[in-house]
């Protein structure tokens, strides 16, 4: 078991300690390397061990009407929005072994267009864009889009896509000429909140014709100086997270992992996934749109009783049965911490959750009071250490011989659109639409819009699971939704 003496530093601790005898040979304040949160530090790890090198990616798609987006005013946009955030003029580095992020100087850019299926330059000659992960129908745009994330690589951690649509996603929209403009940033600079703000900045930019040569200066050195405060923050509030109790709760939490062999993962061997995935989704009725985790009818039971819908859904694509090993699921949780300012970057924490043993109500997918009293319980004790970093929880899992190598059976993920501003640019407001397929971050995520388009949306690996088994899990989970989701 996790014991105190194993608990002599804290990963936070050392990578402080570690990060600072880096960065003191900096001659000035602009080239020093930037401190990555517990977040940043997964994304960019997990990049650096995967054998595709491939980073997490996320993509919003938009179709506009074709011909009504200018690509060089699109391209210092995006310029624009890179200048005013310091995480978005950065590239992702390890430095003696410490994860950095590197400012790029003002020769290279934060942010650039690419079109595809098309020239093979950039509007500015900075040669095409990677891409990120999308989901989607068919067509010519999504297919274009699918390749174009495949194939991200080195470059801006901000990129921008357009690609045509074909006669088909023109049937869609009434028969008019579209275009899809993908917006695609590394997870590792990050959020949702900062989605909203990176939205209206490209908005504001492109609006007023603006590039990376209109921010001021002193903007620009504020908005440094402000991402160091709150990066460092977030830092202490982990580091304050990574003692003993905290360490202990999350090796008792997992020690359910034994259970499944100390494993989680796919029923296939690793990388099988690659073969892309499929998804499914429904619409949820009205009144279960809008809101956040604490918003809508039972508030206090309503994220817990979200979790156990996951849990059913990932017992049956799993084939373990209601008595069956709990699948390993993970959510975000977190934001910016007390007083920093509300900068652009990656500061969600990733909690894992062990539903409790199940019951036999529970083939009848209708959760029973027990089984919400128990998982609310165990919510509310995570709770009390969700800022605990995830690398701290797999070293603490390790600690107590669990052999868990960071994976999760499944992610659950929200989207409140309702917080979210428009893709309004030069007068014309983007339609935003789905392109699936992309590589997952797990074989399993579900995702929760909530907003006018109220929807959940399941997504897996192909190659992963047996044909049948994901249309029955999702029957189960949507049969498990509580109201008001």
Not at 6 to 29: E, F, K, M, N, P
Not at 351 to 361: E, I, M, R, S, Y
Request: charged share 20%; aromatic share 6%.
């Amino acid at each position: 078991m996790f014991t105190t003496r194993s608990q002599v530093w804290t990963i936070t601790t050392q990578y402080l300690d570690r990060y600072r005898s880096r960065a003191s040979g900096a001659a000035a304040d602009a080239d020093r390397p930037l401190p990555v949160t517990g977040a940043q530090r997964r994304f960019l790890l997990a990049r650096h061990l995967s054998p595709h090198g491939r980073a997490d990616l996320v993509p919003l798609f938009f179709r506009f009407p074709r011909g009504s987006l200018d690509p060089r005013r699109l391209d210092a946009a995006a310029g624009y929005v890179a200048a005013g955030h310091p995480v978005l003029r950065s590239r992702p580095a390890v430095l003696g072994g410490v994860p950095v992020l590197l400012p790029v100087g003002p020769q290279e850019p934060g942010a650039y267009v690419a079109r595809l299926g098309g020239p093979d330059r950039a509007p500015d000659g900075h040669g095409k864009g990677g891409g990120g992960g999308g989901g989607g129908g068919g067509g010519r745009a999504g297919d274009l889009l699918r390749a174009a994330l495949a194939g991200w690589g080195e470059g801006p951690p901000l990129r921008l896509l357009l690609a045509p649509a074909d006669g088909q996603e023109r049937a869609e929209d009434g028969g008019r000429d579209q275009e899809v403009l993908a917006l695609v940033m590394d997870h590792a600079v990050c959020d949702e909140r900062s989605i909203g703000r990176i939205i209206a900045d490209l908005s504001e930019g492109y609006t007023h014709g603006l590039g990376p040569d209109d921010l001021p200066a002193a903007r620009a050195r504020e908005a440094l100086c402000a991402y160091r405060a709150a990066v460092h923050a977030q830092l202490a509030v982990e580091e304050a997270a990574s003692g003993p109790a905290a360490l202990a709760h999350w090796a008792r939490r997992l020690s359910g992992l034994a259970g499944a062999g100390g494993r989680s993962g796919p029923p296939v061997p690793s990388g099988a996934g690659d073969g892309g995935s499929d998804v499914l989704s429904a619409r949820l009725p009205e009144h279960s749109g809008g809101g956040d985790h604490g918003r809508g009818p039972d508030p206090a039971l309503r994220f817990p009783a979200l979790l156990t819908a996951c849990d059913r859904a990932a017992r049956v694509l799993y084939g373990r049965g209601p008595r069956g090993p709990a699948p390993l699921l993970g959510y975000a949780w977190g934001g910016r911490p007390t007083g920093a300012e509300d900068v652009v970057g990656a500061f969600l924490n990733t909690v894992p959750f062990l539903a409790p043993p199940t019951t036999d109500h529970h083939r009848t997918g209708v959760a029973g009071d027990a089984d919400t009293d128990a998982v609310f319980e165990l919510w509310c004790a995570d709770l009390e250490h969700a800022d605990t970093p995830f690398d701290e929880i797999v070293r603490a899992a390790r600690a107590a011989d669990l052999p868990w190598p960071g994976r999760f059976d499944g992610l659950l993920t929200f989207e409140d659109r309702d917080l979210r501003p428009a893709l309004r640019l030069g007068g014309v407001t983007g339609v935003e639409i789905h392109v699936d397929g992309r590589p997952l971050q797990a074989p399993l995520t579900v995702a929760l819009a909530h907003g006018a388009d109220a929807r959940v949306r399941m997504a897996w690996e192909r190659a992963a699971f047996p044909d049948g088994a994901p249309e029955e899990a999702f029957t189960a989970l949507l049969a498990a939704l509580p109201p008001g989701a």
